[in-house]
């Protein structure tokens, strides 16, 4: 599963560790996240997330 | 020492640092403010702190005012060490009843000053407490400029305490726009924002956005370094429009370095071409200009030209330096050359036009690159491409308008 990045604060998204604190499982897909979720650190819309290369 | 009173019962008792001219690598001649707000209502406030070597002052003005343990709440809008510093100091004299933060807020005073204990009180974005006859609604500014960042309204008194935001690195006497030369204040706030701010301009219009359409009345913006804005609020309004939304003006840069004036004859030759088309042009030699001066000029240019000769297969460390510095603060929406000299594998021009078209910058040229010393001919090319240049400047202004 891809990493990804926040390209407004740099925060990257591992799908191994989810983001627990805001109802996000580890082993969650991205692509499996809720739209409405927003990036932990600086509060993004998931749109302006990119992948990892 | 000196109080201000800014609105009726609500105080500036900050510190001006006279001493400071490098803040993590901004230049500051002008030296600085931490500034501090005490409210006096059915609960008395203070907004933020100073940095730690002023909490002195701090407490002097506060007790000019009031005994420290009749605050109830520490308002923090932002934990950067500047405004936090004083903290523990403070929390220990005051004893408050809520230490009032966002919920990034919470997380980043916890990683700064490890205390669990603390009295915390987070607060959503949009909350409004009330304190007495008025209130205070926080909004959040999560990297205006740092995730913990957010704003105290106070709409009774039309009063924003805008933390970092509107500020600028202006040490003086003077608390008030309406007491300082407009145009030192102007490039301080435009310093300010290039440094500090120019990256999150995405977020900045959408700050200006909202707050439009929310229709909430400002009559005064008191940022935490600087002077508080009350003549003319709108003006740093307008000119957070300008800067956020990239408009450029009629002017261009040349910034360079060299080794053996080859380098500087290029852009010299660059910024006699951009001169004779009317545009305005400023000769940027890295190895006299502060960083963080040429980026408060990069933000109104239209055009940059960068010139830097080849070392060691790369770039001089100067310009290398400056364009990772420069990356960070992504500028946009500009067009872009770079030239240099090289003695036999010429490899900078390909490494400044990487940067420049990583940034989407568009370039006028493929580049020029001249063998040890430039010829009569070279520098007339070079000239071309400056002229080149302040025509495409000149053409796209005109669109914009």
């Known amino acids: 599963m891809k990493q990804y990045r926040c390209t407004v604060c740099g925060y990257v998204y591992d799908p191994t560790?989810?983001?627990?604190?805001?109802?996000?499982?580890?082993?969650?897909?991205?692509?499996?996240?809720?739209?409405?979720?927003?990036?932990?650190?600086?509060?993004?819309?998931?749109?302006?997330?990119?992948?990892?290369? | 020492m000196q109080v201000y009173e800014i609105k009726k019962d609500i105080y500036w008792v900050g510190a001006v640092d006279w001493l400071v001219r490098d803040f993590h690598g901004y230049s500051t001649y002008k030296g600085t403010t931490y500034n501090a707000f005490l409210m006096f209502d059915e609960k008395t406030v203070l907004f933020d702190t100073v940095k730690h070597n002023l909490c002195s002052d701090l407490v002097h003005r506060i007790r000019t005012l009031t005994d420290p343990e009749k605050i109830d709440y520490i308002v923090v809008n932002h934990v950067e060490m500047d405004h936090s510093g004083s903290l523990p100091e403070i929390v220990d004299l005051v004893k408050p009843e809520k230490i009032i933060c966002s919920k990034m807020g919470h997380k980043n005073l916890l990683a700064h000053f490890h205390k669990p204990d603390w009295p915390y009180h987070v607060v959503e974005n949009g909350e409004t407490i009330s304190v007495g006859k008025r209130s205070i609604t926080f909004i959040e500014t999560r990297m205006l400029?740092?995730?913990?960042?957010?704003?105290?309204?106070?709409?009774?008194?039309?009063?924003?305490?805008?933390?970092?935001?509107?500020?600028?690195?202006?040490?003086?006497?003077?608390?008030?726009?309406?007491?300082?030369?407009?145009?030192?204040?102007?490039?301080?706030?435009?310093?300010?924002?290039?440094?500090?701010?120019?990256?999150?301009?995405?977020?900045?219009?959408?700050?200006?956005?909202?707050?439009?359409?929310a229709g909430i009345e400002i009559d005064m913006i008191a940022p935490d370094h600087g002077v508080i804005w009350r003549k003319d609020p709108g003006k740093i309004i307008k000119a957070y429009e300008d800067w956020s939304h990239h408009r450029g003006t009629k002017k261009a840069l040349v910034i360079y370095d060299t080794m053996w004036h080859s380098t500087e004859m290029m852009a010299k030759a660059v910024a006699d071409g951009l001169e004779s088309t009317g545009v305005s042009v400023k000769l940027l030699d890295l190895s006299v200009n502060h960083r963080s001066e040429i980026v408060t000029d990069v933000i109104d240019a239209k055009g940059i030209c960068l010139g830097c000769p080849t070392l060691n297969n790369g770039l001089l460390p100067a310009m290398a330096g400056f364009l990772?510095?420069?990356?960070?603060?992504?500028?946009?929406?500009?067009?872009?050359?770079a030239f240099g000299s090289y003695g036999w594998s010429g490899e900078a021009v390909k490494h400044m036009n990487k940067a420049m078209e990583d940034w989407k910058f568009d370039l006028v040229h493929e580049g020029i690159r001249v063998k040890y010393v430039p010829t009569h001919d070279d520098l007339k090319k070079c000239k071309e491409v400056g002229q080149l240049m302040g025509q495409k400047i000149i053409e796209s202004l005109e669109n914009q308008e």
């Open chain 1, 17 to 53: 560790n989810g983001d627990p604190d805001n109802g996000v499982k580890p082993g969650t897909a991205f692509e499996d996240i809720p739209d409405d979720w927003t990036c932990p650190i600086c509060g993004a819309s998931k749109d302006q997330f990119e992948p990892v290369e």
């Open chain 2, 145 to 213: 400029h740092w995730p913990d960042s957010m704003f105290s309204y106070i709409p009774e008194e039309k009063l924003l305490i805008s933390s970092d935001a509107f500020g600028q690195h202006l040490g003086t006497s003077e608390r008030f726009d309406d007491e300082v030369d407009q145009s030192e204040l102007m490039y301080q706030a435009k310093k300010y924002y290039a440094n500090i701010l120019y990256l999150y301009s995405p977020q900045v219009r959408k700050l200006l956005q909202s707050v439009a359409e």
């Open chain 2, 324 to 337: 990772m510095y420069l990356r960070g603060l992504r500028p946009a929406k500009k067009f872009g050359f």
